[in-house]
């Protein structure tokens, strides 16, 4: 457990410290292949990453844009920061975007090195003609990984990420036989210069490129330091989400280094219960969606036992004791615990809202559910709820070096736009003084774009997206995210997205809820045909609605047979439903 506060200047002291503090503990465990695990320490993957960055300094990188994409690997974060510490300008993409889209985006930020996962060779070699701007394309491949370099460097445009290695070991030899003072210096960081070039989610056309410095992702770090100080080198953070995710870098892949955790890397979506069980985390980093299919397949599976009253009168018990100063949560639910591999003590959630009851549940038995909100501009953390703390519906405080105000349209409105200041906040977008003048305030503040408020206290509370807001027949602003969250507690319910619909006659507007349904669940209670199943959601739906204001009503259900579109990182695209 690390209690040192650290103030982090820049990204490469982050590796130094931890391999100076923590150099024969384990930094990375991931699954090579299907039955071989691979172990790194901070030591190994210290001067892993010195050779690469030496590797990248001598292809030239300074100055120029690296693109990384693929799944979450070991390669993918020494590129991320190999790239910043040569001088260069990392570019991570979502290798779930579309084909024109990736090579549009690598065409946009004039990229001069790829760095790839071996599944998009043959779409390279086929539109090499469409980026120009590219020398060099860098395969990775998790299954051939090794920290040992091979015999020769091959000098060629595709290359292996083992070839560039090779290059970097035999200059990282001549670099520690060399006492030239003016050899390399990898603490020789402009933190002030672009570093992060991200690519907001949206389609090529409505994209943003938000430019980020070493400050800013430093400055996340540091606050994060305080917040995560109960963590320590006995901890495991696995990791789900996608690196190219600010969230899931910010928290999952750059924060362990400061209390030398070790990071476990997933085998993808499909196999996170199968990870879960081998990895035994005390800490996963999650999107709402994620917890709340943990939170209904453990419902569900109580129920199917028989044990939904046991649960209850547990829960109860603990409480009890608690009042008294006596934890027995751990004990009380250990089957449950063991669902997560017995050691699960923390989730981080952020990225979207989340049901308070998921929160109150995972608290009850024993599981801490900390809230965090950030965004990609502010690199991008701006409150998060410390892991000693319980909030069941706040989003946290701001960090320490974050300023947060709300900006009302209204002098009667009980909320309104979040605003931050701190050195976490953006450059601006790429190419876009537009667009970066549009989301300043006259004195330099960032407009996030959601709405919320501050209570008494310091928390922030998400009431919605701005882009998102319904505006009801009676003028009155209607968050969907609100009602989806009524909504997702139906166990008829796997997904719901709420929109509003205007009529062209009238002009009034209706609040539509397009449910996904869970057919497990329906099938489980004897609804086996659109319409038994479109009767018993209405009817729950109907009932919710007395719990809500009368403008906030869903008036229509609609019945949805595929599962909504998302982003990697899980996030329905709500654009796409109308």
């Given at each position: 457990?690390?209690?040192?506060?650290?103030?982090?200047?820049?990204?490469?002291?982050?590796v130094?410290?931890?391999?100076?503090l923590?150099?024969?503990?384990t930094?990375?465990?991931?699954?090579?292949?299907k039955?071989?695990?691979i172990?790194?320490?901070?030591n190994e993957?210290?001067?892993?990453?010195?050779?690469?960055t030496?590797?990248?300094?001598k292809?030239?990188?300074k100055?120029?844009?690296?693109?990384?994409?693929?799944?979450?690997?070991?390669?993918?974060?020494a590129t991320?920061?190999?790239?910043?510490?040569?001088?260069?300008?990392?570019v991570?993409?979502?290798?779930g975007?579309?084909?024109?889209?990736?090579?549009?985006?690598i065409k946009?930020?004039e990229?001069?090195v790829?760095?790839?996962?071996?599944t998009?060779?043959?779409l390279?070699?086929?539109?090499?003609?469409?980026?120009?701007?590219v020398?060099?394309?860098?395969?990775?491949?998790?299954?051939?990984?090794t920290?040992?370099?091979?015999?020769?460097y091959?000098?060629?445009?595709?290359?292996?990420?083992?070839?560039?290695?090779t290059?970097?070991?035999?200059?990282?030899?001549?670099?520690?036989e060399?006492?030239?003072e003016?050899?390399?210096?990898?603490?020789?960081?402009?933190t002030e210069?672009?570093?992060?070039?991200?690519?907001?989610?949206?389609?090529?056309?409505t994209?943003?490129?938000?430019?980020?410095?070493q400050?800013?992702?430093c400055?996340v770090?540091?606050?994060?330091h305080?917040?995560?100080?109960?963590?320590?080198?006995?901890?495991?953070?696995l990791s789900?989400?996608?690196?190219?995710?600010?969230?899931?870098?910010?928290?999952?892949?750059?924060?362990?280094?400061?209390?030398?955790?070790?990071?476990?890397?997933?085998?993808g979506?499909?196999y996170?219960?199968?990870?879960i069980?081998q990895?035994?985390?005390?800490v996963?980093?999650?999107?709402?969606?994620?917890?709340?299919?943990?939170?209904?397949?453990?419902?569900?599976n109580?129920?199917?036992?028989?044990k939904?009253?046991?649960l209850?009168?547990?829960?109860?018990?603990?409480?009890l004791l608690r009042?008294?100063?006596?934890?027995?949560?751990?004990k009380?639910?250990k089957?449950?615990?063991?669902?997560?591999?017995?050691?699960?003590?923390?989730?981080?959630v952020?990225g979207?809202?989340?049901?308070p009851?998921?929160?109150?549940?995972?608290?009850?038995?024993?599981i801490q559910?900390?809230?965090?909100?950030?965004?990609?501009?502010c690199?991008?953390?701006?409150?998060?709820?410390p892991l000693?703390?319980?909030?069941?519906?706040?989003?946290?405080k701001?960090?320490?070096?974050?300023?947060?105000?709300?900006e009302?349209?209204?002098?009667e409105?009980?909320?309104?736009?979040?605003?931050?200041?701190?050195?976490?906040?953006?450059?601006?977008y790429?190419?876009?003084?537009d667009?970066?003048?549009?989301?300043?305030?006259?004195d330099?503040?960032f407009?996030?774009g959601?709405?919320?408020?501050i209570?008494?206290?310091?928390y922030?509370y998400?009431t919605?997206?701005?882009?998102?807001?319904?505006?009801?027949?009676?003028?009155?602003?209607v968050?969907?995210?609100?009602?989806?969250?009524?909504?997702e507690?139906?166990?008829y319910?796997?997904?719901?997205?709420?929109v509003?619909r205007?009529?062209?006659?009238?002009?009034?507007?209706?609040?539509?809820?397009v449910?996904?349904?869970n057919?497990?669940?329906?099938?489980?209670?004897?609804?086996?045909?659109?319409?038994?199943?479109?009767?018993a959601?209405?009817?729950a739906?109907?009932d919710?609605n007395?719990k809500?204001?009368?403008?906030?009503?869903?008036g229509?259900?609609?019945l949805?047979h595929?599962p909504?579109?998302?982003?990697?990182s899980?996030?329905?695209?709500?654009?796409?439903?109308?």
């Amino acid at each position: 457990m690390s209690k040192e506060k650290f103030e982090l200047k820049n990204l490469y002291e982050l590796v130094d410290r931890a391999n100076n503090l923590f150099g024969d503990k384990t930094a990375f465990r991931f699954n090579r292949t299907k039955d071989e695990e691979i172990s790194i320490t901070y030591n190994e993957y210290y001067h892993y990453v010195r050779k690469l960055t030496l590797a990248m300094n001598k292809i030239g990188v300074k100055d120029q844009k690296v693109v990384v994409m693929g799944e979450t690997s070991v390669q993918w974060i020494a590129t991320y920061m190999a790239t910043v510490f040569a001088g260069g300008i990392i570019v991570p993409l979502d290798p779930g975007l579309l084909h024109e889209e990736l090579i549009n985006f690598i065409k946009l930020s004039e990229a001069k090195v790829v760095v790839y996962s071996n599944t998009f060779e043959a779409l390279f070699k086929e539109h090499e003609a469409e980026m120009p701007s590219v020398e060099k394309f860098v395969m990775t491949n998790k299954a051939l990984f090794t920290l040992e370099p091979d015999e020769e460097y091959i000098d060629e445009k595709y290359i292996s990420y083992r070839s560039l290695l090779t290059m970097g070991d035999k200059l990282y030899e001549e670099y520690n036989e060399s006492a030239d003072e003016g050899k390399f210096d990898f603490n020789d960081q402009d933190t002030e210069k672009l570093s992060v070039l991200l690519f907001t989610s949206g389609t090529t056309g409505t994209s943003k490129g938000v430019m980020l410095n070493q400050r800013n992702v430093c400055a996340v770090e540091n606050d994060i330091h305080p917040v995560f100080s109960v963590l320590g080198t006995d901890d495991l953070i696995l990791s789900v989400l996608p690196p190219h995710h600010t969230y899931e870098l910010a928290t999952t892949m750059l924060a362990p280094f400061m209390f030398g955790a070790t990071i476990a890397i997933s085998d993808g979506i499909k196999y996170v219960v199968k990870n879960i069980k081998q990895y035994k985390p005390t800490v996963m980093t999650l999107v709402p969606l994620f917890a709340s299919t943990f939170y209904k397949t453990i419902k569900k599976n109580v129920e199917k036992q028989g044990k939904t009253k046991k649960l209850k009168t547990g829960m109860k018990i603990s409480k009890l004791l608690r009042t008294f100063g006596i934890d027995m949560r751990r004990k009380l639910f250990k089957d449950l615990h063991e669902v997560f591999g017995g050691r699960l003590q923390y989730l981080i959630v952020g990225g979207a809202a989340l049901n308070p009851e998921i929160v109150d549940f995972f608290h009850a038995i024993g599981i801490q559910m900390s809230q965090g909100y950030g965004i990609t501009e502010c690199a991008p953390l701006i409150s998060v709820v410390p892991l000693d703390k319980y909030n069941r519906s706040s989003c946290g405080k701001p960090m320490d070096g974050v300023s947060v105000r709300i900006e009302k349209e209204r002098e009667e409105d009980n909320y309104g736009e979040i605003v931050v200041t701190g050195k976490n906040v953006m450059l601006g977008y790429y190419n876009r003084p537009d667009l970066t003048a549009e989301v300043m305030t006259d004195d330099g503040w960032f407009r996030t774009g959601d709405y919320g408020y501050i209570d008494k206290k310091g928390y922030i509370y998400i009431t919605g997206r701005k882009k998102n807001i319904i505006i009801a027949s009676n003028g009155k602003n209607v968050f969907p995210e609100e009602i989806e969250e009524y909504i997702e507690t139906i166990p008829y319910v796997s997904e719901v997205v709420v929109v509003g619909r205007e009529c062209e006659k009238t002009g009034d507007v209706t609040i539509v809820a397009v449910v996904v349904p869970n057919l497990e669940e329906c099938d489980a209670h004897g609804l086996h045909d659109d319409e038994t199943i479109y009767e018993a959601i209405n009817h729950a739906v109907h009932d919710l609605n007395q719990k809500l204001e009368s403008f906030k009503h869903v008036g229509v259900v609609e019945l949805r047979h595929e599962p909504f579109e998302k982003t990697a990182s899980r996030k329905i695209k709500r654009f796409l439903v109308k």
